[in-house]
């Protein structure tokens, strides 16, 4: 996770996105896990040379997000 979140913070936008998908998709009894996932996708859209693309992942990941926290189960 530490090598993940390095290259997210280098501007790799891959690493963001994987990063907002591992932070939205865990349960934390802070109840701050959304705001970090959007937060790690916005820099991964800003950072991202192909942000239309990136958006449309960020959509698969948001959809996976929401299902899960709908009682959805495993994502």
Not at 10 to 32: C, W
Not at 37 to 65: N, T
Request: hydrophobic share 45%; aromatic share 6%.
């Amino acid at each position: 996770m530490t090598a993940l979140a390095r290259c997210a913070i280098e501007r790799n936008s891959a690493a963001a996105l994987v990063m907002a998908q591992i932070i939205g998709l865990t349960e934390f009894d802070h109840g701050l896990g959304m705001d970090l996932a959007a937060s790690w996708y916005a820099r991964g859209r800003r950072d991202s040379s192909e942000p239309g693309k990136f958006s449309e992942a960020g959509a698969v990941l948001l959809a996976a997000i929401l299902e899960r926290r709908h009682g959805g189960g495993e994502a």
